[in-house]
T-cell receptor
């Protein structure tokens, strides 16, 4: 079946512009995560959606970052007024409901470059 | 608060030798533990998980991990390393609370030397 997809795969933007990154999780997965990975580094948690619960936004680095998940499926991560330090690979993952025992399935990521 | 630690940034192992990638965790309640691997220029892939039952769990590509409750560890192991095992490995943990997010370690880069 289809895995997690993300678009675009690459995004180059100028400092100060807004960007939107999209994630399509696996159908039926109610948990969705966004992470950021700087070159060769670990995963930085950004935000977590679980079903109809309020999202856990504790990892968002600043108020320039926001995310929404429409209809319990597709999610969009928005970065406003991008800065060079926002350059990274943004990863999306999804897992099944009652996700604590289920593994995450990761998308290929969006590589964001802010010039 | 839950946390996970991978004390080694990098591990070098000769091909054919056994390998161990270390992971320790801290959670309240029962832990659910995972290992993921990221091969060069590829996405993260699930390797194995411990939920309950046998302390030794087996996963993909011949990897296994041992859950040790007293030492709060979940080290990843393989009896005989392959050059193709060279990758970035992440340990992850979540507590038993239903809506608790999963927390990843910083990753350990494994180099298998031919």
């Amino acid at each position: 079946g289809a895995g997690v997809s993300q678009s675009p795969s690459n995004k180059v933007t100028e400092k100060g512009k807004d960007v939107e990154l999209r994630c399509d999780p696996i159908s039926g997965h109610t948990a969705l995560y966004w992470y950021r990975q700087s070159l060769g580094q670990g995963l930085e948690f950004l935000i977590y959606f679980q079903g109809n619960s309020a999202p856990d936004k504790s990892g968002l680095p600043s108020d320039r970052f926001s995310a929404e998940r429409t209809g319990g499926s597709v999610s969009t991560l928005t970065i406003q007024r991008t800065q060079q330090e926002d350059s990274a690979v943004y990863l999306c993952a999804s897992s099944r409901d009652r996700g604590q025992i289920y593994e995450q399935y990761f998308g290929p990521g969006t590589r964001l470059t802010v010039t | 608060a839950q946390s996970v630690a991978q004390p080694e940034d990098q591990v070098n192992v000769a091909e054919g030798n056994p390998l161990t990638v270390k992971c320790t965790y801290s959670v309240s309640g029962n832990p659910y533990l995972f290992w993921y691997v990221q091969y060069p220029n590829r996405g993260l892939q699930f390797l194995l998980k411990y939920i309950t039952g046998d302390n030794l769990v087996k996963g993909s590509y011949g990897f296994e991990a041992e859950f040790n409750k007293s030492q709060t560890s979940f080290h990843l192991k393989k009896p005989s390393a392959l050059v193709s095992d060279s990758a970035l490995y992440f340990c992850a943990v979540r507590a038993g609370n239903r809506d608790d997010k999963i927390i990843f370690g910083k990753g350990t880069r494994l180099h298998i030397l031919p």
